[in-house]
Structure formats: structure tokens, C-alpha cells
């Protein structure tokens, strides 16, 4: 797969996955908010069946006490006056009131506070009393109006005077199903998003490699007819090419003069052709064919000196890296590499080899400063007959990929920093007493 597509497809998931994450989070929101209407619902019936049970009682505690559902529900109660101290106090009702917590939650239009305490998975429900209930009458307007007395919305009784003079009435409720939801959204929305993100990757690792698997199969119809292909050239036009050469021997014995030049041209030409066939003929043999242990270092060495007339490894280089790859084709691969190299336009010197261990692997990188590879070409350099030089067959590399990755490894070719390119093959280190593809897994 390019690089391009494995990019954008690490995006497109990103995107899914975010999209996915925020359905995930307003679906839990509408959750909890459904939750909490349940549990501010719960608070007015409470509210409702306590002060329903004051008609019969004085004070709180019996009123809780005669009720189950107080009782279960109810774990705390406290009436605070204007000091904030406790006027009347039930259960572990804070011994004075932090007015100053209010100010970080907003209240109804009715003096009502609700906030959550997760310590305790309580419900902490907070009346602000004055503006609930209405100021006693005087005695003196007891005095001046008697019947107002007898028709009073005050209830005459010493917990309704107590309330009356209060500043806020503390619940601490119980709320069990509304914590229950609580803990359950939390896990859940954390659930869904590792749940949503392995999926959304596992898609995006099938789509990646649905289409290494399209390449695959497209690779091996183009094997197919290059196949075909090459059966016909090495029947119609091996033959032939001999015949040529043979005459051309002949002929550059009779001529002499420019006529031999010509016969140089006609030979050399001859040479090509037959040299492309065989190109073609690697190309579709047995990729891995048969492993041996090879020393990078001294192989690489030793082509170098043949092509380059000097060793271009780095004295940094690692000297023992073992491969475990056929000794021909391998030397295929590092000859096609350094022959780019030299054809790219490269001064001579400044073709340069490194040797180094990478994760278990030896990576043997050839460096040039030639032209470098142009990036509209950049996905292309290894597809079977594509070149941008004047000469060359544009199977080189591509014969070098099949040889590489048929025994595991990789071949990346990329653009240097002030112009040239570089070539990485990457290619399991054979550890002794192991095979190297057992030692790489």
C-alpha cells in the first residue's frame, strides 16, 4: 500500500472514531440527565411526605421515624438559623452550615439546592427557608385581629416557629439509582470509547490490508502475463540475438575501419537485449530461493570495490550483521542499489554505504547526492519497467523488492536533506542457532 493511503486511512479512523465519541457522549448525557430529573423528582415527593408527617409531629426525627420510606431514604436533617448554626439538628448534620458551597450551584426559583455529595453517594437537598415560608404574625396582630388566629396558614406549633426563624433547612437524601447510573455512565463511556477505537482501527486494518491484497493479486496477473511475456521473448528472440552475434563476429573479421564501430554498436545493442531477457527471467523465478548466512559487510564491501573501485561502508559500520537470504539474489539487490546510486548523478565519492542494527534487524542503506527522486515518481520506482533515466530496463528494483521481501525484509527508497536519495534494506539478523525468521518473530 502507498504510503499516502496507510496516512489518510489513520485519519479517516481518527475522524470516525471522534464522530462516534461524541454520539457516544450526548447518548450518555441524555442518560444522566434523565437521572438527575428522576432524582430532583424524588426530592419533592420526599419533601412532600415529610412535611405531609409534621402535621401529626413536632420535630423531624419523628416524622422520619413514622416512615419507611424517610427512614430508608433520609440520612441527615438540620435546620440552620441567620448565625448558621444548627437550630434543630437529625443524624450527622454538619454542626455548621458552609454557606459558602452555594455559590457554586445555581438554585430554583423556590430557594431549592441540590448537590451531589460522591463521597458519601448522597444527594445533599438545600432549602433556603426564607424565601419558602412566609414570617409568623405578631402577638400583637394576634391581638388587634383574633380571627386572623383562628384562619392562620401558620400551623401554632413550636416546629413550625422553629422553621420560621431558620435560614435554610439541610437534607441529606439517599439516592441509590441515580449514583448507580452515575458509576454505570462513567464505565460505559469508557468502555465505548476502547471498544469504538479497536473497532474503528481493526476496519481501518482490514481496508489496509484488503488493499495490500488487491495489489497482491493485480502483482501476480502482471507476473502472469509478464510470464507469458518472457517464455516468448526467450523462444523468439534468444535465438535469434545469437544468430546476430555470431555474424556480427564474422562480419568484424572481414571489415575493418569505421565498419568495425558499426559491428560495436550492433554488439553492444545485442548485449542489451539479451541482458534485458535475463532481467526478465529473475524477475520471475523463485523469489526466495535457497537461504544461506551471508555477511552483509563483507558482500557489501565486495561489490563496492567491484563497482566502485573502493569500500563505501562507513568506518562506523557494524562489521558482523548476519543475513539469512539467498547469496545471489542477495547480490542482486546490492548491485542494482549501487548501480542507482552511480547512475543517479552522483559524484562517485559522494556514494556512500552504512551497516546498522535497527530492532533485531540490519539495515544496509546506500546514500548518493545525484538528482534525487522526483515526487510525482516517488510511488512509482519500483513498479516492473518504469525508469526516468535515458538507459536502463526499470526492472532493477523491482526485482530487488520481490528478492527483499521474500524473505521478510523491506526496501525503502526516500529523498536526502541538500539532494540525492537514500536506499534501506531491512533485513532480519540471523542469530546463531536460529533460523533468522523464527529469530525475527
Not at 110 to 117: A, Q, S
Not at 209 to 215: L, V
Request: net charge positive.
Amino acid at each position: 500500500m502507498k504510503k499516502s493511503v496507510r496516512t489518510t486511512s489513520y485519519f479517516a479512523a481518527i475522524l470516525v472514531w471522534i464522530l462516534f465519541s461524541i454520539l457516544t457522549f450526548f447518548i450518555i448525557h441524555e442518560m444522566r440527565d434523565k437521572a438527575q430529573l428522576i432524582r430532583d423528582k424524588e426530592n419533592e415527593q420526599l419533601l412532600n411526605v415529610l412535611f405531609s408527617s409534621l402535621r401529626n409531629y413536632d420535630d423531624f426525627g419523628s416524622a422520619i421515624e413514622s416512615s419507611e420510606l424517610l427512614r430508608e431514604r433520609v440520612k441527615s436533617l438540620a435546620v440552620y438559623g441567620h448565625n448558621l448554626e444548627p437550630i434543630y439538628q437529625w443524624g450527622k448534620a454538619p454542626a455548621v452550615f458552609d454557606e459558602e458551597i452555594l455559590r457554586y450551584y445555581s438554585s430554583t426559583k423556590n430557594g431549592r439546592y441540590t448537590i451531589p455529595d460522591k463521597m458519601r453517594r448522597t444527594i445533599k437537598f438545600i432549602l433556603n427557608t426564607e424565601r419558602m415560608i412566609p414570617a409568623p404574625p405578631s402577638d400583637a396582630s394576634h391581638q388587634r385581629n383574633p380571627s386572623r388566629r383562628r384562619n392562620r396558614a401558620w400551623p401554632d406549633s413550636l416546629f413550625w416557629n422553629t422553621l420560621a426563624r431558620s435560614k435554610y433547612l439541610y437534607i441529606d437524601i439517599a439516592h441509590p439509582a441515580y449514583w448507580r447510573t452515575e458509576t454505570f455512565t462513567n464505565i460505559l463511556f469508557f468502555f465505548c470509547e476502547i471498544v469504538l477505537l479497536v473497532l474503528v482501527l481493526h476496519i481501518r486494518n482490514l481496508y489496509i490490508r484488503n488493499g495490500e491484497y488487491r495489489e497482491r493479486i493485480e502483482a501476480q496477473k502482471n507476473l502472469v502475463v509478464l510470464g507469458t511475456a518472457a517464455s516468448t521473448l526467450a523462444h523468439e528472440i534468444k535465438n535469434p540475438l545469437l544468430s546476430i552475434r555470431l555474424q556480427t563476429g564474422i562480419l568484424g573479421k572481414i571489415l575493418s575501419g569505421t565498419g568495425r564501430e558499426e559491428i560495436a554498436i550492433i554488439n553492444e545493442e545485442v548485449d542489451r537485449l539479451t541482458a534485458l531477457i535475463y532481467r526478465v527471467n529473475d524477475f520471475l523465478r523463485d523469489a526466495e530461493g535457497s537461504r544461506t548466512i551471508i555477511n552483509s559487510y563483507e558482500m557489501v564491501q565486495d561489490i563496492s570495490r567491484r563497482l566502485c573501485g573502493r569500500n563505501i561502508i562507513s568506518g562506523d559500520s557494524i562489521r558482523n550483521g548476519l543475513i539469512y537470504i539467498d547469496s545471489e539474489r542477495a547480490r542482486s539487490v546490492f548491485e542494482n542499489i549501487i548501480r542507482n546510486a552511480l547512475e543517479s548523478g552522483s559524484a562517485e565519492e559522494k556514494v556512500e554505504a552504512s551497516i546498522t542494527r535497527s530492532g533485531g534487524s540490519v539495515v544496509i542503506a546506500v546514500f548518493d547526492r545525484g538528482k534525487g527522486i522526483a515526487e510525482k515518481d516517488m510511488d512509482r520506482v519500483f513498479d516492473p519497467f518504469f525508469t526516468s533515466k535515458s538507459t536502463g530496463t526499470g526492472i532493477g528494483l523491482s526485482i530487488s523488492r520481490r528478492f527483499v521481501e521474500a524473505v521478510k525484509g523491506s526496501i525503502v527508497l526516500e529523498n536526502r536533506e541538500g539532494g540525492g536519495a537514500v536506499a534501506r534494506i531491512t533485513l532480519a539478523e540471523y542469530i546463531s542457532g536460529r533460523d533468522a525468521e523464527t529469530d525475527r518473530s
